[in-house]
């Protein structure tokens, strides 16, 4: 099987750039890509927030594998950052995320290119905030998907 990582990662991105309720929450984001990124990000310095990156994924053999098929399990790593007072904007935005891509939320598995998503749960959320320059607050996600090839 193929390593769907890339493909898993290109979905995640276009799911969310996709969503207008998301891009609402983005603002002063602008099309075409809403402040929602790849772990490279926009290129641009410093950071215009608030921002969304999307981390490659983490590929392990996969549990669908029991069922007679080839299969892989990756952990997506979705973070958010704002840089308001307090974790409002910062929620508001995971909360969006989550509805989009935990499996019972959604309701049906989101396509990935060339491969057979078979379900994606949210596993973990970490809430962090930091202060530099500003503040900034920063919500982790850990999405598990399940793929077959």
């Known amino acids: 099987m193929a390593d769907p990582s ?3 990662q290109d979905a995640y991105i276009a799911l969310y750039r996709g969503d207008t309720t998301l891009r609402g929450l983005m603002t002063g984001a602008s099309s075409p890509d809403w402040n929602i990124f790849d772990q490279g990000g926009s ?3 410093p950071v215009v927030f608030p921002a969304v990156f999307v981390h490659p994924a983490q590929s392990q053999i ?3 594998l029991s069922f007679g098929t080839d299969a892989r399990d990756l952990s997506m790593f979705v973070e958010v950052y704002t840089e308001q007072e307090g974790f409002d904007q ?3 935005i995971a909360a969006r995320i989550y509805r989009l891509t935990h499996g019972p939320a959604a309701g049906q598995p989101f396509p990935i290119s060339g491969f057979t998503h078979i379900m994606t749960m949210c596993v973990q959320e970490q809430e962090a905030e930091q202060v530099g320059d500003s503040l900034k ?3 982790q996600h850990r999405y598990q998907t399940v793929i077959a090839g």
Request: glycine content about 20%.
């Open 6 to 8: 890339k493909a898993a």
């Open 43 to 45: 290129g641009l310095m």
């Open 62 to 64: 996969g549990a669908a």
């Open 90 to 92: 910062a929620r508001q």
């Open 137 to 139: 607050q920063g919500i």
